[in-house]
């Protein structure tokens, strides 16, 4: 079982509207929480990266949140453009020997005009 | 700044022949990370270099897949032979330090499709 839970799978909104993407994760001990996205036949581009202390960061149009406490997180997209559809990935970085890096399955996210 | 390379971007081959993929990370990056990423999932990691020692190949499937880092810079990937299984994306990236603080760079991946 995945300990890094991404929902939805896939999300439709019309351009300009916002919408928020939910990430829960079980694993610890954690570290940081990053969210990635990835267009489509792209790598991965990081977007936010948050430590334990930190519950919001923002990049543009993008804001995520954390709650370490309930090990859950978000991320925000205010007035979306056609640009923002993609795969957004949730990663959460644990602070062990193996210093793993434990990936969610991604939210599609689809902006139509 | 050149970010991280990949070649080639896509691969057709038949089932049972080998394939390789190399990467090149970012000039300093001393961890390098080889992930295989199925249609509509998450990254899965095969390998994870630091410098030229592989730190953690636990999830390689060590009959069909190797992979080396001659020198600490440039990697490459192989499957012998390939399985219609291994379709996917494999992804390369490169960090400073450690996984769990140093921020990844994805190169855009290699494309394989096996017939």
């Known amino acids: 079982k995945n300990q890094v839970e991404q929902s939805p799978q896939s999300l439709i909104i019309l351009e300009g509207k916002n919408c928020t993407l939910q990430c829960n994760y079980t694993v610890s001990p954690f570290s940081n929480l990053r969210w990635y996205k990835q267009d489509t036949g792209r790598g991965p581009v990081s977007l936010t990266i948050?430590?334990?202390?930190?519950n919001t960061k923002s990049n543009g149009r993008y804001t995520a949140t954390l709650d370490a406490d309930t090990k859950q997180s978000s991320l925000h997209i205010t007035a979306s453009q056609l640009s923002d559809s993609a795969s957004y990935i949730c990663?959460?970085?644990?602070?062990?020997?193996?210093?793993?890096?434990?990936f969610g399955g991604g939210t599609r996210l689809m902006v139509k005009p | 700044e050149a970010g991280v390379v990949q070649s080639p971007r896509y691969k057709i081959i038949e089932k049972k022949q080998p394939v390789a993929f190399w990467c090149n990370p970012i000039?300093?990056?001393?961890?390098l990370y080889w992930y295989l990423q199925n249609l509509g999932q998450g990254p899965e990691l095969l390998i994870r270099?630091?410098?030229?020692?592989?730190?953690?190949d636990s999830q390689l499937p060590k009959d069909r897949f190797s992979a080396e880092r001659l020198k600490g810079v440039d990697s490459t990937l192989k499957i012998q032979p390939a399985e219609l299984g291994d379709s996917a994306v494999y992804l390369c990236?490169?960090?400073?330090?450690?996984?769990?603080?140093?921020?990844?760079?994805f190169g855009e991946g290699s494309r394989l499709t096996v017939l």
């Open positions: 000039s300093g990056h001393n961890t």
């Open positions: 948050m430590t334990f202390s930190e």
């Open positions: 270099y630091e410098n030229e020692e592989a730190v953690d």
């Open positions: 990663v959460v970085s644990l602070n062990n020997a193996g210093n793993m890096l434990t």
């Open positions: 990236a490169s960090s400073l330090g450690q996984p769990n603080t140093g921020e990844l760079f």
